[in-house]
């Protein structure tokens, strides 16, 4: 397995894959992606998400092995990392959890605790967890309830949807029809709930830079 290494920050890990990707696919496919991004951007959401300063929101999600988690009660032993994958079929997400799991430690030791959050099904989670060996908790968002409440959730365009149902088949992943995803968004909230840090970004090929969060929960 990958892992990143110390001296290569994840944003470099990500631009790597996505510059691979640039040389090998079809011009078709490159610019049906890239319409799907700015139709993303277009939306609006990452200005109308919860962001930096507003107050969390708490939910009730569970595991891969039924087990329910109420985030209040992770947040009464101290700050949260929060954060949203696409699904383990996306090679930026596997990436993002890879990098996220290498600083698990610090983010312990820091009194926080690391929460993933993922519209997969049970199974489905399950198996990104071990593929990419995660000890921290991934709860299932079915439906996108709590994404949706965080206003995070866009719809695909067709073209894109067409790619991913070839590819993957999105509903065999999430369990749905209604071709919606989460944009992959990070939050670190402090004890009192509120969010000191948001990252938000249309572009799916762009995530929050763990060191950035191990700044952030230093200074709380």
Known sequence: MTTQTNDVSLSDQLEAYKQNFLKKADTLKIRVFDEGVEDVALKGLT?????????????????????????????????????????????????????????????????????????????????????????????TDQDYTVAKQYGLVFKLIPEVSVYYKDAFDLEVYNGNTTDELPLAAT??????????????????????????????????
């Open 47 to 139: 200005a109308s998400a919860i962001k930096k300063g507003d107050q969390y929101l708490d939910f009730s999600l569970k595991n891969a092995q039924g087990t329910e988690v109420q985030l209040s009660e992770v947040l009464a032993k101290g700050p949260i990392v929060l954060t949203w994958y696409r699904g383990g079929w996306c090679p930026y997400c596997n990436m993002q959890l890879r990098a996220f799991q290498q600083i698990l430690p610090e983010i312990e030791s820091l009194g926080a605790e690391l929460v993933a959050l993922t519209p997969e099904l049970p199974d489905n989670s399950l198996s990104t967890q071990e593929k990419n060996e995660l000890s921290f908790e991934v709860l």
């Open 187 to 220: 939050y670190v909230i402090d004890r009192d709930g509120v969010i000191k840090y948001a990252f938000l970004d249309a572009d799916y090929r762009v995530r929050a830079e763990p060191s950035e969060v191990l700044e952030v929960l230093k200074r709380l």
